[in-house]
């Protein structure tokens, strides 16, 4: 039979170009096959065929406009002419609904039956609701808070009320409603899972490391006191990091994908230390902690650019570890709903600071691992209760504030506040004082104690009561100095590693209680100054020796030895042992992903030609090559588009129907927009990760998908698009890390420039994001003007990143301009100088008498051309007109080869790219773009010429295109004008032509720099 394929619903447009015919006639054709690609003047999209079958006519062409129900193609399908299909979403409600209507009809012959049986059913239903299955108890109680309200008051009942509900839990009950619970570990003693390892090795194994780890850091500052380094932080977590090696963390290896850590970055000085024991590091690189100009040193905080075979995640910068590993673990998810990867059961875990807690990053995308049951990852925050300058929360209790929060938010929290000592103090308090003073204690206080002795332990926490004095009464003073805390207990910890590894469907927060400093005595442990303490005198270090039984003498001491037992002694081959059975080493960085062929130079050709009188912006352009790329087999199941709820914005909702929106629960609703092309679709194997209004959490999405190479052996092409103005200055630092994490991928500052973006005003407006890129070394930054240059230099970084992988990342500025595009300069060398940051796309040489060099990058560039035009018409002034794709490239070359001609004073002078290209053509250079006057700037210094340019320097401001380019003085006008002057200036031209000009164009001179408007 034959069927017509029809344009389909595409919301608020009509009359849509054809922009490419995707089938043939007598093509064969698969159901949602796309067979047109429509494109209005903000989006293109491609229409599908709902039905299989052979093309019989086609009847459309390109360039076509078109609306709803127009006719496409016919096809001849052996399909049943099926009636309007119903959106899966609503069968399912619709099955949904039949199906209750059925279980009603049971429920009532049921009754008529059997009625114990019906009641049966209820009872149980009535549980799971969490509804009443006892309403005249309930009332009793009911009755008794009405009664104390009216008596006492609401303090009153509202004191009860919390008092039952600590209760309950200490009774047993963890379902607890409410933010917090009682300030005691959240695994009982009973419910503890017993550690396996040997106590005894363990112990000795970690005291060796914090030995070492101390020693490190102590050695360096000796030799050279500027180094810096921190003992307190390992010290404090030494037992969290330990219970993880030896027993939980599985590294990557050919048979599992391992573990991803995120290590706290102050605690890096104990992850070397375990690394000497292991023999993956030398005595000598330990000597080179924190000197790594020369080769082989050891870096001052995690940092994969600088060890790049054993640093997996940068962290130090307070605040972005968490929300990497976040996003990591989520990253983690989607690869294995979108079928890339196998569900292996991998954790993501991230150690972080209290103080770190502050950082609004650490909190800001806790919804996010709820929302999406993120039950793969776990967080560790090691609460020693101080930060750098003093106590986190003196005045309260960090521990139970994070509670609040994570409870809050959906999280699986488990509390290890304290060590096995206090379970029998704690199991004795019959009377619930040691609880009341526990509750009431504040950290402020807590840190006070274990800064002083047992005898003041004695007298501050348990004498607030006479039942908690009687409750130690039989307990020395050094008794009491030993009531541990739970995050040195190996023990406790290993009961909430257990614990959290076994919890599904949502991620786990382990708050444990530590001790900065720990062990470090009076001038470390739980003072204030803690966090400074780099170098330890002769006592301290004896003190510190004894306290661990490191088995040193006081001359090895003195000398600050390290201490590693042999080879075969039990306590290294415990420590093997253990790596062994978990699959290796922690950290370690190593990548064999399989590089993605780049597509044929073809796929890009039709961006090669002239679009004629067709307008579209480089926005629009750069979604075309989005959509080619998702027709390559080999690119598009690696793409991961990104982008922060604005893919209206970009044009981008096409993609999803196309791709589909990741989303682990599936699409539970049918979308407002089902009938329509573009209609919302979520999908748990969707490819788009809209992430919502969160720059820093695409950016964290970015950073995973693009370092996916390393972490899980598969390269994934990132791209990720957003509002230029709220990339790099809004998330600068997550930026650099992606850097030192040699992410791959795309950025796209989408909707560029100072005045491009005109109506929206001052906080929108970019001017300087290719400044704050170019401060990232491994960051490749272009500012194209027209569609082939964005193809040439897309292809390109498909080919650098992801075929050749070279560690860098491409930053390209797309706008949202609407103009057409010219074809690609015939030039051979018209490639090379895209990629390299400038060609010459015009020359006017009408008169050969004076001539000027104009250089344009981004929008600007169409400024320059239409300029050059009229400098010749109307001055008679010769021009080259020049297209900066990359300011920032031409002045890592300028740098390069200044730098090399200078340590090379007797060789043949290297020639700057810009000198080949502009070296030898006549007159000045005027330089200008949609960026502050420093972007062109840049490359000032690389060349002989005279050199002038113009910018957008100054706040931004809403107004049309026209008015804006003419107040930051880079439209057609002012780039004439300026033109004249600067070859006035250069005595090619009588002064009077700029003057002229000015009268002519009604510049004003008085005008004051914008920068002050
Ligand atoms: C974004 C950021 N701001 C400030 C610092 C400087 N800094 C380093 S450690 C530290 C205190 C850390 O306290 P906490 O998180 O409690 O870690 P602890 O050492 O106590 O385990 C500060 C402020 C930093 N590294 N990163
Ligand atoms: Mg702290």
């Known amino acids: 039979?034959?069927?017509?394929?029809?344009?389909?619903?595409?919301?608020?447009?009509d009359n849509v170009e054809i922009i490419e015919i995707l089938v043939k006639k007598g093509q064969k054709i698969n159901k949602n096959d796309p067979v047109v690609t429509l494109e209005s003047d903000k989006s293109s999209v491609e229409v599908p065929s709902n039905h299989e079958g052979q093309v019989e006519s086609i009847n459309v062409k390109i360039g076509d406009k078109v609306s709803k129900g127009d006719l496409i193609l016919t096809l001849s399908s052996n399909e049943e002419k099926s009636n309007e299909k119903i959106p899966p979403v609503t069968e399912k409600i619709i099955q949904e609904a039949e199906s209750s209507i059925n279980e009603t009809d049971d429920v009532i012959e049921t009754e008529d039956k059997n009625i114990k049986s019906k009641k049966l059913k209820e009872e149980v239903k009535i549980v799971a609701n969490n509804k009443d299955i006892d309403p005249l108890e309930t009332k009793d109680w009911m009755d008794s808070i009405s009664a104390v309200l009216k008596k006492d008051g609401k303090q009153r009942a509202q004191f009860l009320i919390k008092e039952l509900i600590e209760h309950s839990y200490k009774e047993g009950s963890d379902l607890v409603l409410s933010r917090n619970t009682p300030y005691i570990n959240t695994i009982s003693p009973e419910e503890e899972t017993k550690s396996p390892g040997d106590q005894n090795i363990e112990r000795k194994l970690r005291s060796f490391i914090r030995w070492n780890a101390a020693a490190m850091v102590v050695r360096a500052n000796k030799k050279f006191p500027e180094l810096g380094g921190h003992i307190g932080t390992f010290a404090s977590a030494a037992t969290l990091y330990d219970v993880g090696m030896n027993h939980f963390w599985r590294a990557k290896n050919n048979k599992f994908g391992g573990d991803l850590i995120y290590f706290q970055g102050h605690s890096a000085p104990g992850m070397y230390a375990r690394a000497f024991l292991e023999g993956r590091l030398s005595k000598k690189q330990l000597d080179s902690f924190r000197q790594e100009?020369?080769?082989?040193g050891l870096s001052s905080y995690p940092h994969p650019w600088l060890m790049p075979n054993f640093w997996q995640f940068p962290t130090v910068s307070m605040g972005i570890g968490p929300m990497l590993a976040i996003y990591q673990a989520r990253f983690m998810k989607y690869l294995i709903n979108r079928g890339l990867m196998k569900d292996e059961g991998r954790k993501v875990w991230c150690f972080l600071g209290d103080g770190e807690m502050d950082e609004?990053?650490?909190?800001?995308?806790i919804g996010l691992a709820t929302r999406e049951n993120l039950d793969n990852l776990i967080f560790v925050v090691n609460c020693n209760l101080q930060r750098l300058d003093g106590p986190v929360r003196g005045n309260g209790k960090i521990i139970q504030e994070l509670e609040g929060i994570f409870r809050g938010a959906g999280w699986n929290v488990i509390k290890v506040i304290w060590g096995s000592y206090w379970d029998s103090l704690l199991a004795?308090?019959?009377?619930?004082?040691?609880?009341k003073i526990m509750n009431e204690t504040v950290d402020g206080e807590y840190q006070a104690f274990k800064a002083r002795n047992g005898l003041y332990v004695r007298e501050k926490f348990f004498g607030k009561y006479p039942e908690t004095l009687e409750l130690v009464?039989?307990?020395s003073d050094k008794d009491i100095w030993r009531l541990n805390r739970g995050g040195h207990d190996p023990h406790k910890v290993y009961a909430a590693y257990d614990k959290a590894v076994k919890n599904t469907g949502s991620p786990t927060v382990i708050i444990a209680k530590t001790i900065k400093g720990y062990g470090m005595g009076k001038t470390g442990e739980s003072v204030n100054t803690t966090h400074q303490q780099k170098k330890l005198d002769v006592d301290d270090l004896l003190y510190y020796r004894d306290r661990f039984d490191v088995p040193l003498n006081d001359e090895q001491v003195k000398n600050i030895?390290?201490?590693?037992?042999?080879?075969?002694?039990?306590?290294?081959?415990?420590l093997k042992e253990k790596r062994m059975k978990l699959g290796g080493f922690i950290p370690e960085r190593t990548s064999y992903s399989k590089p993605i062929k780049t597509p044929s130079k073809d796929i890009f050709d039709f961006m090669k030609v002239s679009t004629g009188d067709k307008e579209m912006s480089t926005t629009m352009a750069l979604v075309r090559i989005l959509t080619n790329l998702l027709r390559d087999k080999n690119v598009a199941p690696k793409l991961v588009p990104i982008i922060p709820d604005e893919a209206r914005t970009f044009g981008m909702e096409g993609f999803f129907q196309k791709i589909g929106i990741y989303a682990h629960e599936g699409q539970k609703y049918e979308p407002e927009d089902s009938a329509q092309l573009s209609s919302y679709r979520e999908e748990k194997s969707g490819q788009v990760l809209e992430e919502g209004i969160t720059e820093s959490g695409s950016m964290s999405s970015w950073i995973a998908a693009g370092t996916s190479y390393t972490n899980h052996d598969i390269e994934m092409i990132p791209i990720y698009l957003f509002y230029s103005m709220f990339g790099f200055q809004r998330i600068g630092d997550f930026a650099w890390a992606a850097g030192d994490s040699q992410t791959r991928g795309f950025l796209i500052g989408a909707t560029a420039g100072r005045t491009t973006l005109a109506g929206e005003g001052l906080q929108h407006q970019d001017g300087h994001s290719h400044l704050i890129s170019s401060t990232i070394p491994n960051c490749i930054s272009y500012d194209p003007t027209f569609h082939y240059e964005l193809a040439v230099?897309?292809?390109?970084?498909?080919?650098r990143m992801h075929e050749k992988n070279e560690n860098i990342f491409y930053y390209i500025t797309t706008m949202n301009e609407n103009y057409s595009h010219p074809e690609m300069p015939k030039e051979k060398n018209c490639e090379e100088g895209i990629l390299k940051g400038i060609y010459k796309i015009k020359e006017h040489s009408k008169y050969k008498k004076t001539k000027i060099q104009l250089l344009g990058s981004g929008a600007i560039l169409r400024e320059m051309m239409l300029a050059a035009e009229v400098l010749q018409d109307e001055y008679q002034i010769d021009s080259e007109i020049w297209s900066v794709t990359s300011f920032n490239e031409l002045r890592r070359d300028g740098l390069e080869v200044e730098r090399y001609n200078l340590l090379n004073p007797t060789e043949e002078k290297?020639?700057?790219?810009?000198?080949?290209?502009?070296g030898k053509t006549e007159g000045p250079i005027l330089a200008a773009s949609d960026y502050m006057r420093m972007n062109a700037d840049q490359i000032r210094p690389y060349t002989s010429k005279s050199f002038y340019s113009l910018g957008t320097d100054g706040y931004g401001r809403s107004d049309t295109r026209k008015n804006l380019r003419r107040f930051f003085e880079v439209d057609k006008q002012h780039i004439v004008t300026y033109g004249l002057s600067v070859l006035a200036k250069e005595q090619l031209i009588a002064s009077k032509y700029a003057e002229e000009a000015i009268k002519k164009y009604n510049i004003d001179k008085n005008k004051p720099m914008p920068t002050k408007l």
């Open 360 to 365: 609004p990053e650490s909190l800001g995308a």
């Open 793 to 799: 230099i897309f292809r390109e970084g498909l080919r």
């Open 1 to 13: 039979m034959s069927l017509k394929l029809l344009i389909p619903d595409i919301g608020d447009f």
């Open 293 to 296: 100009v020369k080769h082989g």
């Open 561 to 574: 030895e390290y201490f590693k037992p042999d080879e075969n002694s039990e306590e290294i081959k415990y």
């Open 428 to 435: 004795n308090d019959k009377t619930g004082h040691l609880i």
């Open 910 to 918: 290297k020639i700057t790219y810009l000198e080949k290209c502009l």
């Open 473 to 475: 009464s039989a307990m």
